[in-house]
């Protein structure tokens, strides 16, 4: 089974520029989650999608960030403009349902913001 | 505000001791815990979760013990191995069952 997948694995971007990142979750899982890890830290859920829809945002910063799933499959996490304390790796991961079930998780994309 | 902390951020073992990691929640709405295991590089994966009811649970190697009264977990690995190196994260689970919480980890290093 292929697990999540994610690209690119590293950016490096000037403050102010905008940056994509990309994940395609496990075949049929319909949530998806997109996690931000600053170095020595634990992982912070940015936002949840349920098949195309968003189940929570709450931790999102909408003024720069944004994402989206279309069509339920993949996802786009999109900074713009970023800024110096958006360096972090960013984890996308799936599961099959909405009440826990276990979380898959993705390499993650390594982002330096300079 | 951190509601879930490993005040620990490494811990060196010997080879075929035990490693104890320590993790402490301060949200008594957590009902499900689970650790998971981070190699370089890698996404986390889970290891090992107990639910709120239980005192513990052991898989293999990995146990992992929950006192709800001080709110406090921890992670027992027995015996320790080379291979077990890595960064482990504990997190929490809402009482709704969409959101997990980590902790900011415990790199283990385990010496031959």
């Known amino acids: 089974e292929a697990g999540v997948a994610q690209s690119p694995r590293y950016k490096i971007i000037e403050k102010r520029q905008s940056v994509a990142f990309w994940c395609n979750p496990i075949?049929?899982?319909?949530?998806l989650y997109w996690y931000q890890q600053i170095l020595g830290q634990g992982p912070k859920l940015l936002i949840q999608f349920q098949n195309n829809g968003v189940v929570d945002d709450s931790q999102l910063p909408k003024d720069r960030f944004s994402a989206e799933r279309l069509k339920g499959v993949d996802s786009t996490l999109k900074i713009q403009p970023a800024k110096l304390e958006d360096s972090a790796v960013y984890l996308c991961?799936?599961?099959?349902?909405?009440?826990?079930?276990?979380?898959?998780f993705g390499p993650g994309t390594r982002l330096t913001v300079l | 505000d951190q509601q879930v902390k490993q005040n620990s951020p490494s811990l060196s073992v010997q080879e075929g001791r035990i490693s104890i990691l320590n993790c402490d929640y301060t949200?008594?709405?957590?009902?499900?815990f689970l650790w998971y295991k981070k190699y370089p590089a890698e996404g986390p994966t889970f290891l090992i979760s107990?639910?709120?009811?239980?005192d513990k649970n052991e898989d293999g190697r990995f146990t992992v013990f929950l006192n709800k009264s001080a709110k406090h977990l921890s992670l027992h690995i027995v015996p320790s191995q080379p291979g077990d190196s890595a960064v482990y994260f504990c997190a929490a689970l809402n009482n709704a069952g969409n959101m997990l919480t980590f902790g900011g980890g415990t790199r283990l290093m385990v010496k031959p």
């Open positions: 949200n008594s709405m957590f009902d499900y």
């Open positions: 075949s049929g899982h319909a949530t």
């Open positions: 991961a799936s599961s099959s349902g909405t009440f826990y079930n276990e979380q898959f």
């Open positions: 107990i639910s709120s009811i239980k």
